[in-house]
T-cell receptor, first 110, second 114 residues
């Protein structure tokens, strides 16, 4: 079945450094979503990408959808301690089912 | 406030003792789903429901049951829990639409089976 892998699994960065997590699918995705889960919390929807090569920005966060629609990335510029958490991508399989990636846990050292 | 409410937040139980985790949403969402979260494995779907009386297996359904008798409620039932079901469970709901569904998650239920 379709799998969605994320790398890295963990990332520690100094506050102010940049951070990137990558999401790779074994099959073409109709669209992809990103979620953030704060420590002890639940996943919260961040954004959805639909078009091939699409790039969206939310303040310091930049989201990209690959040209082949099989991969995506989330880049955070100048991390802050408020960025800590686990970031999940979720790729659309079929019409209604999203497959979640394995997640990347980010720790930001002050 | 629009939300998905799960109960309980924490539960410790013994092997074989039936339990139910409740999930309720107040957003009139058609789609509801249960996930379990385990380290290194991300969020894996257990069961989902596209509307009242319509449920289907996700990727890891063994050992679980669900029901959808009302639109707002989607309980998760463990008839005979085992230690390998120790996990963090999330209920999620969404409008059902082809253009894209964004999930609203509950706060989670941390289950320990001893």
């Amino acid at each position: 079945g379709q799998q969605v892998m994320q790398i890295p699994q963990y990332q520690h960065v100094q506050e102010g450094e940049d951070f990137t997590t990558y999401c790779n699918s074994s099959t073409t995705l109709s669209n992809i979503q990103w979620y953030k889960q704060r420590p002890g919390g639940h996943p919260v929807f961040l954004i959805q990408l639909v078009k091939s090569g699409e790039v969206k920005k939310q303040k310091r966060l930049t989201f990209q959808f690959g040209e082949a629609k099989k991969n995506s990335s989330l880049h955070i510029t100048a991390t802050q301690t408020t960025d800590v958490g686990t970031y999940f991508c979720a790729g659309l399989q079929g019409t209604y089912k999203y497959i979640f990636g394995t997640g990347t846990r980010l720790k930001v050292l002050a | 406030e629009a939300q998905v409410t799960q109960n309980p937040r924490y539960l410790i139980t013994v092997t074989g003792k039936k339990l139910t985790v409740t999930c309720s949403q107040n957003m009139n969402h058609e789609y509801m789903s249960w996930y379990r979260q385990d380290p290194g494995l991300g969020l894996r779907q257990i069961y989902y429901s596209m509307n009242v009386e319509v449920t289907d297996k996700g990727d890891v359904p063994e050992g679980y049951k669900v029901s959808r008798k009302e639109k707002r409620n989607f309980p998760l039932i463990l008839e005979s829990p085992s230690p390998n079901q120790t996990s963090l469970y999330f209920c999620a709901s969404s409008l059902l639409r082809v253009a894209g569904m964004s999930y609203t998650f509950g706060s989670g239920t941390r289950l320990t089976v001893v």
